[in-house]
């Protein structure tokens, strides 16, 4: 006989199997406040909407950051990446922040206080001789 011909992977159809856990998705949707019944149909279409859409997302990163080279993996500053560059995954940018270093963040708070600090020096004057008042205030 021959050998056996490696065939790529196919993509499956979509089946009534879930990858993710119907119990977990469940507990995810009652932790917000608007959420009211959750019948089976609902959490089974929300946990298919939501491995489509992590698919789509590691997908998306995948192939901006590889291409078409198989093996490579996936890195989280890949995630990030993708959803810094699209306007239509900018709802996670808190949730799927680009990491920093240390010196890096260090660096933008002593911008942000030394801009600060030029901006509040007039007001700060005034609050301490509001607060000496009222304290002497107080005292009498």
Known sequence: MGEPRSQPPVERPPTAETFLPLSRVRTIMKSSMDTGLITNEVLFLMTKCTELFVRHLA????????????????????????VNKNKNLEFLLQIVPQKIRVHQFQEMLRLNRSAGSDDDDDDD???????SESESESDE
């Open 59 to 82: 997908g998306a990163a995948y192939t901006e950051e590889f291409g078409q080279r198989p093996g490579e993996a996936l890195k989280y500053e890949h995630l990030s990446q993708v």
């Open 125 to 131: 004057d005034d609050d301490d001789e509001e607060e």
